[in-house]
């Protein structure tokens, strides 16, 4: 054993090789071997088993643990097997330094432009050419008055380094905190998911990273695995191991057949117990990341394989790839990697909006360098008649540098850069602050697309109402009880069955625990309706505890476990006397329909006839459900000691059943719950409820909760009626069938998980309204993981949310509570408003600054505002502004207005008014200021100022004044539907306060400090109370804009729609088919299958051809091409309907194919088969549309002609 150890270690070089002599520390099994034993699978796994340990309970005690009590919970045991096999935790991939963002924002564009400008600029200044002062030059070097002053020239330069450096250097800090705060985020999220463990015969739920090798772990229907392990018992357990295999079918696991548990995979059904094997790096999933994690130069392949294995490390890396990437370019690279839904709605507006903006900039700047290199060429060369001579060629070339400078700066201020560090900041922003508001958001745009919601699917168990429940009727021997009954109203028999069948036939890891305060209300741990029912065996004043010990539940004989299918649970149990007794509880009218007798009152069987059901449905049964209650009967069958029946064949084994009693559950509808729902009544949201329960109950729930109003015309419909309104006679869902339906559609009760995803699928498509619906849907199944990756924004609910779910959702709701969704809401639809704010900020900055420079350059052969300045107005503008304004708390008005919808613009016709509005406010003042500005202040024009002369208080007073109205605008932009009080709550955000007067201070210090490089010379007090004065004009200004009527303004356009449909590109379409559910995946695999039973129909195509030409020497049709390509064209047709003859295809062979085709087969008794034949005749022959008739079978199918012409 011990060579066997350590010869398997010299396959593994793992770090820990010296402390793993012959055993590791004491344990009687090696991390390789443990290793090696879980890369089998089950029958091989199950061997080495065997031959090495004896059974899973020889492999406990190797690793020192025992299958019922777990290990022995002390510090120095778990430290030392965590130092041996590893800790449960992989380490995530190392974050970005600050130096390498600081290299990505460097790598923009305008950026990059400005700084060889400012290179060039700087080398120039310090290259003083032979005889300065040759007159040859004409007045071009006249201006440099004193030496001082051409010295100065390398100033300029250096201030736009130093300020680019600045834009980086912010850049990239955003950028940093915002992944820092995403890590803290993510370890939240890694912390609060717990996994239920043994340790000292307690039951104990521990952080999934503190799990050990040796622990006893319990899994239940839901877990997602979170370490690989070998499983002691189970019950009905079923896993979905497709995030490791890729195979979507469920993998049945039992002790003895195929126990090995992996982690990443998730538990479908059933549960059990399994000891945990590895942990960490070395289970399974680790090992898959640590392969990814060897090549740094592999990380695209990392994104996309992170992606496709949902495991609990997926998790770890999840939220951090959809909160990377401020940057536009770094979007793209996410938008290629994370095949989530589609690119954001706002993200794509405004990525359309910045390039279109981008454009109009990059022409203006290219025009203004054009005018003024020709202006000078003209003026100095022709006007002047010089020649160029060699000396001046420096000086010429400064004059060009700065003329290409003054362009660059009209770019740079034309492309909002701001616009995506404004979207970051407003959503960072908002998920922060919806962490408070018990919204946990994992994707970054769910936040922002749950503001453009139009419907809500929401599940009514735990969402709507509060999840404690309470049995509060009961129907017991022939009584119909409205309150719990005295126990000695009740025969001992009846009693003593109803205890055994509530405490056996429920998960054992469901239990009522007393209160942690005095007074408080008794805890309930587990699933809520089993709760409800052991609670009320305790108000019967039995327990349920000693009944359990009694029978542990390795004695159960068989459990059928609750799935979304039966809607019932089953377990047996063997009776002392050799036969079985099995107990079942379910949904009363599933389960009464095959009960057979009832207990009377004495507590003997009576014959319960199909007409008796009918009676207790509609006098017990109805009643209960239009109270609200959900009803459950309990029922129970002895099979006597002969008869073994087949436990396989459950629809035997539960029916013939004897009912006990059937019980009225209560949940109560959360209080907050009919006044969230009317506040998204108000904001155009539609609120739906989909559930599981009985269709009376679901209506009573739903009009307490103001989901169907009285006298409303609305749907309530049952899973089963649904379907048949949606599907034609094949059985296909039709979509114009389900527009019917939906818009009306109110409840949905007794559905499936499926009847669910089919909903949101099919409001999601439709295309019936002005613009496609936006959904929301709520889930905490792992049944509801299809429809929660469909909807547009999945809530899964963090309390009684399975793993599976959280993990499909694109938030997570902590408290369970529907209002949280109402916040939700809000905080979406404050990001969207927080983007225009700042775009009608930073649009009115941008168009008044680039004419400004154009027109400027144009008249005066030199921009007002030099590129210093610009790049500070810029820096206001783009960083602290986007600042100021994203970080806008919401306030309850936003949720009295309909939702935007997907197809708004961005910039609606009210803001354009504004934008246009401000704008020419601050042209006329600055255009007069620059043309008359000396006349008014008496002082010198600053107007064709030679090269490198000193300041003028002319640019200042523009240049001040232009900032000036930039800080009174901001306070304007707060405003975008056109309110008046644009002071409104200003002072519950510090943030803005605090970035107003900082800019106001800072540009202070900028003007009489800032001298050479701003270009600015110190102002006196008069000066700037005018620039103030001017300022402070915007804010009246403002209101009159505010006074004229949008609605005359007709010519205005808006501007920031939607990229349209014919836009989407290609890499956009390849996503959307990326994002495919299991029951696609399935149609998938039928596809696949398809092709490869048509292809298999081309060789023998082939075949049939190769006799024909050596029969009529090459009498080729050139059709058959075209028609096989008809054939495969519409798959889907083909395979919904025909799926079944797969397999025929898939048996036969080529040569079998030859076989066949030579000699005419008998008549075939299987129409498919016919099928396929008439389907090989069509592809061979005919080239009208293939799929009409390539299921025409007819005996002496057309196939037989060519044979027998063969």
Known sequence: MGDMANSSIEFHPKPQQQREAPHAGGFGCTLAELRTLMELRGAEALQKIQEAYGDVSGLCRRLKTSPTEGLADSTNDLEKRRQIYGQNFIPPKQPKTFLQLVWEALQDVTLIILEVAAIVSLGLSFYAPPGEESEACGNVSGGAEDEGEAEAGWIEGAAILLSVICVVLVT???????????????????????????????????????????????????????????????????????????????????????????????????????????VGVNSQTGIIFTLLGAGGEEEEKKDKKAKKQDGAVAMEMQPLKSAEGGEMEEREKKKANVPKKEKSVLQGKLTKLAVQIGKAGLVMSAITVIILVLYFVIETFVAD??????????????????????????????????????????????????????????????????????????????????????????????????????????????????????????????????????????????????CALLGFVLDLKRDFQPVREQIPEDKLYKVYTFNSVRKSMSTVIRM???????????????????????????????????????????????????????????????????????????????????????????????????????????????????????????????????????????????????????????????????????????????????????????????????????????????????????????????????????????????????????????????????????????????VVAVIVAFTGACITQDSPLKAVQMLWVNLIMDTFASLALATEPPTESLLLRKPYGRDKPLISRTMMKNILGHAVYQLTIIFTLLFVGELFFDIDSGRNAPLHSPPSEHYTIIFNTFVMMQLFNEINARKIHGERNVFDGIFSNPIFCTIVLGTFGIQIVIVQFGGKPFSCSPLSTEQWLWCLFVGVGELVWGQVIATIPTSQLKCLKEAGHGPGKDEMTDEELAEGEEEIDHA??????????????????????????????????????????????????????????????????????VDENEERLRAPPPPAPNQNNNAIDSGIYLATHVTKSATSSAFSSRPGSPLHSVETSL
């Open 576 to 846: 002392p006397d050799g036969g079985f007794r099995l107990f079942s509880k379910g949904a009363s009218e599933i389960l009464l329909k095959k009960c057979t007798n009832i207990l009377n009152s004495n507590g003997e069987l009576r014959s319960f006839r199909p007409r008796d059901r009918d009676d207790m449905v509609k006098k017990i049964i109805e009643p209960m459900a239009c109270d609200g209650l959900r009803t459950i009967c309990i029922a129970y069958r002895d099979f006597s000691a002969g008869q073994e029946p087949d436990w396989d064949n459950e629809n035997e084994v539960v029916g013939d059943l004897t009912c006990i009693a059937v019980v009225g559950i209560e949940d109560p509808v959360r209080p907050e719950v009919p006044e969230a729902i009317r506040k998204c009544q108000r904001a155009g949201i539609t609120v739906r409820m989909v559930t599981g329960d009985n269709i009376n109950t679901a209506r009573a729930i739903a009009a307490k909760c103001g989901i169907i109003q009285p006298g409303e015309d609305f749907l309530c419909l049952e899973g089963k009626e649904f379907n048949r309104r949606i599907r034609n006679e094949k059985g296909e869902i039709e979509q114009e069938r389900l527009d019917k339906v939906w818009p009306k559609l109110r409840v949905l009760a007794r559905s499936s998980p499926t009847d669910k995803h089919t909903l949101v699928k099919g409001i999601i498509d439709s295309t019936t309204g002005e613009q496609r619906q936006v959904v929301a849907v709520t889930g905490d199944g792992t049944n509801d993981g299809p429809a929660l990756k469909k909807a547009d924004v999945g809530f899964a609910m963090g309390i009684a949310g399975t793993d599976v779910a959280k993990e499909a959702s694109d938030i997570i709701l902590t408290d369970d509570n529907f209002t949280s969704i109402v916040k939700a809401v809000m905080w979406g639809r404050n990001v969207y408003d927080s983007i225009s704010k700042f775009l009608q900020f930073q649009l009115t900055v941008n």
């Open 385 to 530: 008649g010089r020649m160029w001579l060699a000396e001046c060629t420096p000086v010429y070339v400064q004059y060009f540098v700065k003329f290409f400078i003054i362009g660059v700066t009209v770019l740079v201020v034309a492309v909002p850069e701001g616009l995506p560090l404004a979207v970051t900041i407003s959503l960072a922003y908002s998920v922060k602050k919806m962490m408070k508001d018990n919204n946990l958001v994992r994707h970054l745009d769910a936040c922002e697309t749950m503001g453009n919601a139009t419907a809500i699917c929401s599940d009514k168990t735990g969402t709507l109402t509060t999840n404690r429940m309470t049995v509060v009727q009961s129907y017991l021997g022939d009584t119909h009880y409205k309150e719990i009954p005295a126990p000695s109203a009740l025969t001992p028999k009846i009693l003593d069955l109803l205890v055994h069948a509530i405490s056996i036939n429920s998960a054992y890891t469901t239990k009522i625990l007393p209160p942690e305060k005095e007074g408080a209300l008794p805890r309930q741990v587990g699933n809520k309706t089993e």
């Open 1080 to 1149: 696609e995946r399935e149609l998938r695999r039928g596809q696949i299958l398809w092709f490869r039973g048509l292809n298999r129909i081309q060789t023998q195509i082939r075949v049939v051809k190769a006799f024909r030409s050596s029969l009529y020497e090459g009498l080729e049709k050139p059709e058959s091409k075209s028609s096989i390509h008809n054939f495969m064209a519409t798959p889907e047709f083909l395979i919904n309907d025909y799926t079944h003859n797969i397999p025929l295809i898939d048996d036969t062979d």
């Open 172 to 278: 990239a800090f955003n950028d940093w905190s915002k992944e820092k705060q995403f890590r803290g985020l993510q370890s939240r999220i890694e912390q609060e998911q717990k996994f239920t463990v043994i340790r000292n015969g307690q039951l104990l739920q521990v952080p999934v990273a503190a799990l050990v090798v040796g622990d006893i772990a319990q899994v239940k229907y839901g877990d997602l695995l979170p370490a690989d392990g070998v499983l002691i018992q189970g019950n009905d357990l079923k896993i979905d191991e497709s995030s490791l295999t890729g195979e979507s079918d469920h993998v049945r696991k039992s002790a003895d057949k195929d126990p090995m548990l992996l982690s990443g995979t998730h538990v479908m059904e059933g549960s059990g117990r399994m000891v945990v094997t590895a």
